[in-house]
Each structure stands twice: as C-alpha cells, then as structure tokens.
C-alpha cells in the first residue's frame, strides 16, 4: 500500500557530545546549537510533509538500542555517529538491520581532520555521506532524503 506523504517519518540521530554543540570547539563545529538544529529539522519536516523525531546520547548501546528498536519503523534515518564514526562495529552492524535509506552526515569534513578521523565504519553500509557542510548539511540531508522516499 503506498504510505502518504504526511505519514513518512525521518529518525535523526546525533552521537556523543552533539548535545555539547554551540560550546563545544566552536571553531570546527560552529555555533549553532543541537536544539537549534533539532527545531530547524522539524521545521523543515512540517514543509517538506515529513515527520522528524530527533534522540540524542552519548552512549554507544542507547544509540544500537534506538536503532534497532525504532529506525525500523522509519522512512528514513539521518545519523550523525560522532566519535563512534570511527569505533563502533555495533553501531555498523545495528544499521545492517535496516532497509531504508540512511544518509550519515558531519558537521566537519572528517577527511581534513587528524586521520584517525578519516575511517568512517559507516560510510559503506549508508546509503550516502554528507560531510563538511557544517549546520547546513542536516537540511541538505533531509531533503535529499524526502526526495529519496517521496
Ligand atoms: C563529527 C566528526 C567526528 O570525528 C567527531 O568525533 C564528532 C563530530 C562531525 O560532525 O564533524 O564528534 O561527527
């Protein structure tokens, strides 16, 4: 059955010490902070005919938790992994579960940065990477993927 367009829903999920944005090395992650961000995502949603729930943690298991218990029933899933970009197999393997689009975005070009930075664990099992867009880059994703589940 085709789902309307004013039920799809679009999971954004923000990792360890996003919820610090605004305070935290403002010089690479900018000023803006996750709440801004979050209510900028659910403006967004409202136009585009999307549903936004945003979660937060700073723990590697909330995150595979969050995954595994609502991402399924999503349309789409927008995650910012942070630090666990580069650590977490689980995290990877929770995405593995899922079959809709997952767009991973970074405030920050991650391939400027100090190279341990450089490997992501989720780049190839997300659909597409938005990296160095800063703030902008969570609208671009959402509308990429608005696109992607219309
Ligand atoms: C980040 C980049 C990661 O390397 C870092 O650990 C973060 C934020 C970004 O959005 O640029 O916490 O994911």
Redesign the pocket.
């Given at each position: 059955m085709e789902q309307s367009k004013d039920s799809l829903k679009v999971l954004v999920i923000h990792?360890?010490?996003?919820n610090m944005l605004g305070k935290r090395e403002p010089d690479i992650?900018g000023k803006t902070t996750l709440d801004e961000i979050n209510s900028t995502l659910e403006e967004l949603g409202n136009r585009l005919g999307l549903a936004v729930e945003t979660f937060q943690s700073n723990h590697e298991g909330a995150i595979v938790d969050k995954i595994q218990k609502d991402a399924a029933i999503q349309n789409g899933l927008i995650i910012?992994?942070?630090?666990f970009?580069?650590t977490s197999i689980a995290i990877r393997d929770a995405l593995l579960l899922l079959d809709i689009p997952v767009i991973e975005?970074?405030?920050?070009n991650?391939y400027k940065?100090e190279p341990f930075?450089h490997k992501s664990l989720i780049s190839d099992v997300a659909t597409a990477q938005i990296t160095g867009f800063g703030v902008q880059g969570y609208s671009m994703a959402l509308e990429a993927l608005a696109k992607m589940i219309e």
């Open positions: 990792g360890p010490n996003l992650y910012n992994p942070a630090a970009t580069h975005i970074h405030l920050s991650i940065r930075r």
